[in-house]
């Protein structure tokens, strides 16, 4: 997310911003995380045109949720 320099979700969330929140809810998340009520946000659609002809649809998710999914990715 910081090297890419990825777009934030539909939160509008920066990764800069991301960090601040987490410090101040970051004990909340894990335990939304750990009894279980934590679901990921909605998927922000982006419309990328190519080359040619018609367009690519990316979903881009919350910086929240993209961290979660890459901790839980690296267990």
Known sequence: MVRNK???GIDKMTVSA??????????????QLVTGPYRP???KRVAIPQ????????GVPTG??????????QL
């Open 6 to 8: 990825g777009g934030p």
């Open 18 to 31: 991301l960090q601040a929140y987490l410090q101040a809810h970051g004990p909340a998340i894990k335990a």
């Open 41 to 43: 946000k909605p998927v």
């Open 51 to 58: 080359p040619g002809a018609g367009v690519r649809v990316l």
């Open 64 to 73: 929240l949720d993209r961290l979660l999914q890459q901790a839980i990715h």
